[in-house]
């Protein structure tokens, strides 16, 4: 290091003096004076400027061709060092470089602010990507009149405030290549850049961008644009703007909230290869001319709220989940929910229908506002639901339709004719919309009220916008007749539900006050009955102990003090190398812990993670024990920190149904972890490695004790200790079974406690892809409800023995959650589903399709779609703990008839035991007195016990 220092102090010496020769020669130094003192800046400013390899005195850059630098004549134009990794900052005045017309300064640590680059007139390429800059100027962009390619993705700009693109950047009228990826651009994307005729790649992904997209970015003549991962609610509406941008090769808008259909007209851009537009909130049926531009070689639309079939396609096609009403790709759907899709789509798929009406049959899984008799629907009930759109002449196709009620919406249009066919049809009620002439001929038996649509009704005011009264209004109500006074009553019904709502309010209110006392005072009487928690106490080093030892001892005490305090003092405190953990009676040193595990011999590996390696070990008095061990290689604060929180959660917290911590040593490089053994290992061995290990598949009994158990211990975690913990990590592989294949829930070093008064809490991305909840992969807020989705995927993999994520699987089943969530609705697609090693019953396949309904809510997109842990307790529970009386077996009874009164079997006792009447039995009063002296002798065994 001191050797490093000397030669970077030795050549910034040497090129100061250079270039004070170049500044007082002209002759001497081919390069401009100003130029060379810029150079000198910039080797200032660098704290290894070493890596250049430029000479030292007698040199000039343009004279001598010095590496990474490139003139005309005399003025420098180029200086390209990426990735050598330099560190410092550069000069205030770069900009006075006025000749430079490309600059590489990418992939290196340059920090500090970014120098102004107004008035470089002819710089054309700047790159300076992938950095530390943290600060640009207001005035960067002024005068780059030449600039094509500008790069500053990848840099931490006014990280506290963000920044957003100035106008002067608009004088840039050659601009190709804008790369502004997670650099902390906030607010609106620019309306400018839609008038920028020459840009041909747009990123700007990964940053704080909201609102639409500009109208006038139509016809914009881009190749690429990535737009995706805003953070924050993202960006939003429509995205019809896209389908004219016809050159586009490549579009990436996933991860926003982009609302609304993909646009039909999306077939005009021929040349798209690759369209990712999942995780957003797009509707609608995805369009055929998109599944077939003749280019395309990669979709991805999952997690959206698309409709309609699934397209079968022969690229790279991600889709699940979405609301498709077909599982299988190319399985058309039924002609009732394509009369209804028509329907939809003429009223711009309200989210709320869109997200609603999924599966191939409206009548078997209760689509909102849609009513059925004899399984075909008979009733559209949508009243003031701010539909925006016209009425669908696909409802012609509903032949089974007594009554539309589609009142109080902003429909416009004309009523089609294809609904005065319908032959069963008796209401239709389309009040108060925007409804023009002319009204088809409806039989005398329809009654069609169309009072409040002023083009067909005079007396009726013009029809306002829509309010902004909450989407969905009251689809539940009765279809309405109006007649000439309907106002006054439509008035007086809204005043009268506005009363119920209050009431409602008011009554849910006080039930929810008196729940609440009620829970606070039944936990405030049972506090004192709790056992006190364990926790960890670290006793400090005693000067006259020969082992200088740190002593750890796991006792139960009262005191709920976090104890990571004190495991940071006994770290910090020095290296020895004998310590001592003490749990109970157990007392093991670091020695002894190398002697059970023959010094953590590869032999006594029982797994390995990103922690480090368990190994197995038994002590001298026969007792068990797995010893995690952290990897000297991987002692990084997150490491530590996984550590700590494991002693940390596991010393507050005790249950049957969670690994018992039995101690820990930390000091110096050493950080060990004892626990209770669990002989049987991990659960994923048992699921998904079986054959390979030699051993039986589980049973369905044992799965579903596993399956209580997980639960049981994640209902403890959540809401029965005494606070509340999110786990995180909850997998098979840390699910441990013991003898009796009873399982406890391990691994806790990623465990967050769940802040009291919120409902989730924003923290760095943890866990295990396949397990994670949709919200907390995209958004990184935690709650207790990510937990039960990761326990929805265990119970998922209990029931298919597939593992959660597996990339070789079909497209379709790779992603279990996304895949089974389509099963589950099909008892035959379940049923084919099973595990292959389960002997299936008709009773025990009644009890898969409860534990596959529990996991589908548990695995819901929406966390307050997920039921609680204890919700699982109580499905699980009735399953396990079944009970049958056995049979009767009268070598159970010892010989005795238990019919008998219990006169006649202490009489017969007697008999057997040869004894007298020395218990004073009164048969005339049928009663036994009180037991005499002596009486326990006659039950003494054997062997004087």
């Known amino acids: 290091m001191e050797e490093e220092l000397f030669m970077g102090a030795s050549f910034k010496f040497l090129f100061a003096l250079s270039t004070l020769l170049c500044l007082n020669s002209i002759v001497w130094c081919a390069t401009d004076p100003n130029d060379f003192a810029i150079l000198q800046e910039f080797v200032k400013g660098l704290d290894n400027p070493e890596v250049l390899k430029w000479p030292s005195s007698g040199s000039d850059p343009c004279g001598d061709s010095w590496p990474y630098i490139f003139c005309s004549a005399s003025r420098i134009n180029q200086i390209q060092t990426k990735d050598l990794n330099l560190r410092g900052t550069l000069p205030k005045d770069f900009n006075k470089l006025t000749e430079l017309s490309n600059l590489g300064l990418q992939n290196n640590e340059l920090s500090g602010s970014l120098p102004s680059f107004s008035g470089l007139s002819k710089l054309e390429k700047a790159y300076l990507g992938n950095n530390k800059f943290d600060t640009i100027p207001s005035d960067f962009f002024n005068g780059l009149t030449s600039l094509q390619v500008l790069s500053l993705e990848y840099n931490p700009l006014n990280e506290s405030t963000g920044w957003t693109l100035p106008l002067d950047l608009k004088d840039s009228a050659q601009l190709t290549n804008l790369s502004l990826t997670e650099c902390n651009l906030v607010g609106p994307l620019p309306d400018f850049l839609g008038s920028m005729n020459s840009l041909a790649v747009l990123e700007m992904s990964y940053n704080n961008l909201s609102g639409e997209i500009p109208a006038n970015y139509s016809g914009m003549q881009l190749q690429v644009l990535k737009l995706n991962n805003q953070f924050g609610p993202g960006l939003s509406g429509s995205i019809d703007v896209v389908a004219s941008m016809t050159q586009l090769t490549l579009l990436w808008l996933h991860g926003n909230s982009f609302t609304g259909p993909i646009p039909t007209t999306i077939g005009a851009c021929t040349s798209l290869k690759q369209v990712w537009l999942n995780d957003n909130k797009l509707v609608g049926i995805i369009p055929d001319n998109l599944t077939a531009l003749p280019e395309l070689q990669a979709l991805r639309v999952q997690n959206n709220k698309l409709m309609g079939p699934i397209p079968k396609v022969s690229f790279n096609f991600t889709y699940i989940p979405n609301s498709f009403c077909q599982t299988t790709p190319g399985e058309a759907c039924s002609p009732e929910v394509n009369a209804l899709l028509g329907f939809l789509g003429d009223v711009n798929y309200p989210l709320k229908l869109a997200d609603a009406w999924t599966g191939n049959d409206p009548c078997g899984s209760s689509w909102f506002g849609v009513s059925c008799a004899r399984n075909n629907v008979s009733g559209i009930n949508l009243p003031n639901f701010k539909l925006n759109g016209t009425l669908s002449p696909s409802l012609g196709k509903l032949t089974s339709l007594t009554a539309i009620t589609l009142s109080g919406n902003n429909l416009n249009g004309t009523i089609p004719s294809d609904l005065a066919k319908l032959s069963l049809l008796k209401m239709l009620n ?200 952290m990897e000297s290689g991987v002692l990084s604060s997150k490491a530590f920190d996984e550590f700590q929180a494991e002693i940390a959660v596991l010393s507050k917290v005790r249950h049957r149904n969670l690994v018992s911590l039995l101690g820990f040593s930390a000091d110096g490089s050493e950080k060990l972890l ?143 959650a996304s895949w089974f969530y389509h099963v589950k609705f099909n008892k035959e697609k379940l049923r084919n589903s099973i595990d292959k090693s389960l002997d299936i019953s008709e009773e025990t396949f009644e009890e898969i399709c409860t534990v596959a309904e529990l996991a589908g809510h548990c695995t819901a997109r929406e966390p307050h779609q997920r039921p609680e842990m204890g919700h699982a307790v109580n499905v699980l529970a009735p399953l396990v703990d079944k009970w049958k009386p056995v049979k009767e077996d009268m070598d159970e009874s010892l010989g005795i008839d238990l019919g008998q009164p219990l006169l006649q079997m202490v009489k017969g006792w007697q008999a057997a035991d040869g004894s007298t009447s020395s218990f004073g039995l009164d048969d005339s009063k049928g009663s036994i007195p009180a037991r005499p002296a002596g009486f326990a002798d006659s039950f003494t065994s054997a062997d004087g016990r």
């Open 430 to 629: 389309i009040a108060d919309n925007d409804i023009g002439p002319p009204v088809p001929n409806f039989s005398n038996g329809v009654k069609v009220v169309v009072n409040g649509n002023p083009k067909l009704d005079p007396t009726a005011p013009p029809k306002s916008p829509p309010t902004d009264s909450p989407e969905g209004g009251s689809p539940g109500s009765s279809p309405n007749s109006r007649g000439s006074n309907s106002s006054d009553a439509s008035k007086g019904s809204s005043k009268l539900k506005l009363v119920i709502i209050i009431v409602a309010i008011v009554v849910g209110v006080l039930l929810i006050s008196v729940v609440l006392l009620f829970v606070y005072f039944h936990r405030k009487a049972k506090k004192g009955t709790y056992p006190a928690p364990t926790s960890i106490v670290i006793h400090p080093r005693d000067s006259s102990d020969p082992g200088n030892a740190v002593k750890v001892v796991v006792a139960d005490n009262a005191n709920n003090r976090d104890t990571s305090s004190d495991l940071q003092t006994s770290i910090g405190s020095g290296s020895s190398d004998t310590h001592v953990i003490e749990a109970g009676n157990l007392v093991v040193s670091v020695q002894i812990l190398r002697n059970v595990t023959k010094n953590f011999s590869s032999d006594q590996e029982l797994g390995r993670g990103g922690f480090g390696v368990v190994y197995k070990g038994e002590l001298h008095d026969g007792t068990q024990i797995a010893v995690k061990r």
């Open 674 to 816: 004892v626990y209770e053994y669990m002989p049987k290992g991990a659960l994923s061995k048992h699921l998904f490695h079986w054959k390979e290990a030699n051993v039986d598949p589980l049973s369905w009994k044992r799965r579903l004790n596993i399956a209580l158990d997980v639960a049981r211990a994640m209902e403890y975690l959540h809401s029965l200790a005494h606070q509340s913990f999110i786990h995180r990590d909850l997998k098979s592989s840390n699910i441990l079974l013991d003898d009796d294949y009873r399982a406890k829930v391990s691994d806790f070093g990623l465990v967050k406690l769940a802040p009291d008064g919120k409902n989730s809490v924003a923290t760095r991305l943890a866990g295990t892809f396949g397990y994670l909840a949709p919200e907390y992969a995209v958004t990184g807020k935690v709650s207790t409800k990510i937990d039960v989705f990761s326990f929805g995927v265990v119970l998922i993999e209990l029931i298919t023995g597939m593992t959660a994520l597996d990339e070789d699987r079909p497209e379709e089943t790779r992603h279990l």
